[in-house]
C-alpha cells in the first residue's frame, strides 16, 4: 500500500519561493507518475504540474510555467515542487499524488491512486 507524507508548506509574501516536499513509501516514484494538485477554498482540485515515469517528462498548468518546477530525487523516493515569484493566487491546499504503476499521465484528479495529506499555502502580504 503506497503513501505519500508531505512537507514543507507555509506562509509567504507575494515574490517569495517556498518549496514542497512529497516523500512516497511501498511504491517506486520511478515506476508512477508523479503530480501535484492544489485545491482553493471554494475551487475544485485543480492539477498543478506532472512527473512522467516515463524519462524526464514534464508538464504544467499555463498559470505556473517558468515559476514552478517539479523535481524527483529516485534515490529518496521524493518528489518535489519548487514555487517561485509566488502570487496570492497560489493560495490553496497543495497535494501530492500517484498513478500507476506504468501509467500515463492525466490532469484528472479521479484517475490518482494515492494521496498526500495536502499541506497549505498561503501567499500574503
Known amino acids: 500500500q503506497g503513501q505519500l507524507v508531505e512537507s514543507g508548506g507555509g506562509l509567504v509574501q507575494p515574490g517569495d519561493s517556498l518549496r514542497l516536499s512529497c516523500a512516497a513509501s511501498g511504491l517506486s516514484i520511478s515506476t508512477y507518475g508523479m503530480a501535484w494538485f492544489r485545491q482553493a477554498p471554494g475551487k475544485d482540485r485543480e492539477f498543478v504540474t506532472a512527473?512522467?515515469?516515463?524519462?524526464?517528462?514534464?508538464y504544467y498548468t499555463d498559470s505556473v510555467k517558468g515559476r514552478f518546477t517539479i523535481s524527483r530525487d529516485d534515490a529518496k523516493n521524493t518528489v518535489y515542487l519548487q514555487m517561485n515569484k509566488m502570487k496570492p493566487e497560489d493560495t490553496a491546499v497543495y497535494y501530492c499524488?500517484?498513478?500507476?504503476?506504468?501509467?500515463?499521465?492525466?490532469?484528472?484528479?479521479?484517475?490518482?491512486?494515492?494521496w498526500g495529506q495536502g499541506p497549505q499555502v498561503t501567499v500574503s502580504s
Open positions: 499524488a500517484a498513478k500507476g504503476p506504468y501509467q500515463r499521465i492525466t490532469p484528472r484528479t479521479r484517475d490518482y491512486d494515492y
Open positions: 512527473f512522467s515515469w516515463i524519462g524526464a517528462s514534464t
